[in-house]
């Protein structure tokens, strides 16, 4: 069973940095595609970064372009989100996720195949 852990969150100012981890565990990730999305109060599911795991693709949402910097290690089966200048607009919930089929990254949650528990993260104005 795959099973995914965030860790890193927490309370910055703005134009603060945090650094987000996904812990992977349960089956080999070759191939798959892991990303993460974000939930403030009150709002849907937004898209963030994806990365595929084995072909070193990223894709970004336009209000995190030149911020934040999705990334992976493999032998750790670790995925990273490096987040600078933040924002309080970046205030939210995040998840990662995971999909089977990397080959095509996916910004819509619905083509994600596992998640984790979510974690929060809060920037100060």
């Not at 099973?3 to 990730?29: I, K, N, P, Y």
């Not at 939930?39 to 336009?62: C, L, M």
């Not at 670790?78 to 910004?107: H, I, W």
Request: charge should be positive; proline fraction near 2%; aromatic fraction near 14%.
């Amino acid at each position: 069973q795959v099973q995914l852990v965030e860790s890193g969150g927490g309370l910055v100012q703005a134009g603060g940095s945090l650094r987000l981890s996904c812990a992977a565990s349960g089956r080999t990730f070759v191939n798959y595609a892991m990303a993460w999305f974000r939930q403030a109060p009150g709002k849907e599911h937004e898209f963030v970064a994806a990365i595929s795991w084995s072909w070193d693709r990223t894709v970004y949402t336009n209000s995190v372009k030149g911020r934040f910097t999705i990334s992976r290690d493999v032998a750790k089966n670790t995925v990273y989100l490096q987040m600078n200048s933040l924002k309080p607009e970046d205030t939210a919930v995040y998840y990662c996720a995971a999909r089977v089929d990397g080959f095509t990254l996916y910004t819509t949650e619905n083509r994600y195949d596992y998640w984790g528990q979510g974690i929060q993260v809060t920037v100060s104005s």
